[in-house]
């Protein structure tokens, strides 16, 4: 079962729709939304383990310029 999340992501100012597109572009990101609040843009992605995961948010999201942080919320099933 794959592992999805999604990653909240702070941009600098007037950057959030070039970074999500860029992002959006990105394989394994499912959805790439601009939004209002603490967070610039809302990003759900999935990859086939934890440490793909943490691989997808750290060496192709993390690259995009403009994000100045993200914060990864793993998706759990109880």
Do not use: F, N, W
């Not at 992002?23 to 603490?38: C, K, L, N």
């Not at 809302?42 to 934890?50: D, F, H, K, M, R």
């Amino acid at each position: 079962m794959a592992v999805q999340a999604y990653i909240l992501i702070q941009t600098e100012v007037g950057k959030a729709a070039q970074v999500a597109r860029e992002v959006g572009a990105i394989p394994g990101v499912t959805s790439a939304e601009d939004v209002t609040g603490p967070y610039d843009v809302i990003v759900q992605a999935e990859a086939p383990s934890v440490d793909d995961l943490g691989k997808l948010v750290v060496a192709k999201i993390q690259a995009v310029e403009g994000i100045t942080r993200t914060l990864t919320c793993p998706v759990v099933h109880l």
